[in-house]
């Protein structure tokens, strides 16, 4: 379905009959993927989600730092969780699965860019059709998110945990963004006008770490599991 029929759709007038049909079907699709999920990811142990762009290269800069910081996070004693596909995704996967540690894919279904990469465990690759379930899992089974460069795929990934950790729906996991040149902007403006306009408050703010190094990276993680004297391994 192009983009006009779906819009047109969606001022297309329905039938009860129709919608009772199409909306549980939905829901049992939805189901399925939240119990695939939960029956593979219930007993993973310590995971943090690296999170990217798929349009990262091989053998460019941060494509090389997402597959240090997970080498490195597992070398910690953390597993590794991604969207499971290409660029970021696929550098994650790589760096757990070159020291031995969980590699976890969480793969979305897309007419474009998002094939899941060949560093995933087997028994650790699930492919969602609905990216709302897809978040769910990232959040649910992460005890941290690292945030490499991006684009609009990635910003709802960071700003839903950033969220859920303000509204005290999840714990107050620790959010590492990689990369000052790629994001001092976006901090810039928060802010400078997101902070000025008082929708949010300044203790928002420590939500965020910002780094250079995957050593700096994993430091964050390892820093705020030991002021509750937690390691991985908890």
């Not at 941060?62 to 550098?91: C, F, N, S, W």
């Not at 757990?96 to 969480?106: C, D, Y």
């Not at 492919?127 to 992460?142: A, C, E, G, L």
Request: with cysteine; aromatic share 12%.
């Amino acid at each position: 379905m192009n983009n006009e029929d779906k819009i047109k759709q969606a001022f297309r007038d329905r039938d009860w009959n129709e919608i009772k049909t199409h909306d549980s079907w939905v829901i049992f699709k939805v189901m399925a993927e939240m119990v695939e999920g939960f029956e593979k990811l219930a007993k993973i142990g310590p995971c943090v989600s690296i999170f990217g762009s798929a349009r990262t290269k091989p053998g460019t800069e941060y494509y090389q730092m997402a597959e240090d910081i997970a080498a490195k996070l597992v070398r910690h004693g953390y597993g590794v969780i991604t969207g499971g596909g290409p660029g970021i995704m696929e550098a994650g996967n790589k760096g757990a699965r070159s020291e031995n540690g969980k590699s976890v894919g969480l793969n979305i279904e897309l007419p474009h860019e998002q094939g899941n990469n060949i560093y995933i465990d087997p028994d650790k690759l699930i492919t969602f059709d609905y990216f709302f379930v897809r978040k769910v899992m990232f959040v649910k089974y992460s005890q941290g998110f690292v945030v490499m460069p991006g684009g609009f795929g990635t910003l709802d990934e960071l700003f839903e945990a950033i969220t859920l950790i303000q509204t005290n729906k999840i714990g107050r996991f620790p959010i590492v963004l990689v990369g000052e040149a790629f994001w001092s902007g976006l901090i810039d403006w928060v802010k400078g006008t997101m902070l000025k306009f008082g929708n949010i408050s300044n203790t928002d703010l420590d939500l965020i770490s910002i780094v250079e190094t995957p050593t700096d990276a994993v430091r964050v993680i390892d820093e705020f599991y030991s002021k509750y004297l937690l390691s991985p391994n908890f």
